[in-house]
């Protein structure tokens, strides 16, 4: 039974689930997608609290949202898992990536960013290792996978083919260096994208068999809608979630459970201040 450097194998599988790799081999194939509405009208007062106060002000609603995610992979830690090379393993970290623009511009440059979340982690500590991030992006820095990215989508298409058939072996055998997967997006727990940033709802967007990302979320823009609550119509911030799930990893009420939680803690922001793995009744 041998480890990953990025996972530790899976013991003691049950006969049905050491088959599914075998009858689902891809994780593009095998990709649920979920998508819900979240009243985040308590979330929304919460942070116009924020930023009113000087040592919070640089919070964001991607900070709280990555918050969010990490304490619940946290608590239900089989969102943690992947499988490759038909193999099940438990992630050895948490892990958030996004792809981020140097400038809001059709034809700006774009760069692959993988952030870790510690168990100590909460919003105002992960909020600042997301700003660093961002502003080393803005201030035109590149990290090695951006370099090695750069490099090879340049190459000619016959090269790019048989580079990628290597990587692609690689990939499944555990001989990638660190120095590409650090900061490839889809070596984390979740793929992020906050498409509420640029004023979009959310979308489904499919999984890739390359590396070992087996969730990816998007989040769309915070909107007024009206609410049945009690009888009586109200006016909400609402704000839609789109899921994308491989299902090889847990069932659906695992699932479903999980995303309730990410709900929860939406509706509960103060959880947000304490530490990532702090356990949540709900």
Known sequence: MKDRKDGIRVKNLSGVSSLIPHLKPSRADSDVYINMKIDVS????????????????????????????????YNRPLLNRFIINK????????????????????D?????????????????????????????VRNQKTNSTDDIVSFVGKMPKFMKSFIMAI?????????????????????????????????????YHNLTDLGT????????????????????????????LGANLD?????????????????YILKNPTLLENKSYTKIDF
């Open 42 to 73: 308590e979330l929304v007062k919460y942070y116009e609290k924020l930023k009113k106060q000087k040592e919070t002000k640089d919070i964001t609603y991607f900070h709280i949202f990555c918050t969010a995610m990490g304490m619940v992979v």
């Open 87 to 106: 193999k099940f393993y438990d992630r050895k970290n948490v892990s958030i990536s996004f792809v981020a623009k140097k400038d809001f511009t059709d």
């Open 108 to 136: 700006s440059e774009e760069t692959l960013n993988l952030v870790k979340i510690a168990e100590d982690d909460n919003l105002f500590s992960l909020g600042k290792k997301l700003n660093n991030t961002v502003t080393a």
């Open 167 to 203: 990587i692609r072996f690689c990939d499944n055998h555990d001989l990638l260096p660190a120095s590409i997967t650090d900061n490839l997006i889809y070596y984390s727990t979740v793929l992020v994208s906050n498409l509420g940033s640029i004023k979009c709802g959310a979308i």
């Open 213 to 240: 990302n087996s969730i990816l979320i998007t989040i769309g823009e915070i909107k007024d809608e009206p609410v049945v609550i009690n009888g009586k119509i109200e006016i909400r911030k609402m704000c839609e």
């Open 247 to 263: 299902e090889r990893i847990a069932d659906g009420f695992y699932f479903v459970k999980s995303l309730k939680l990410f709900e």
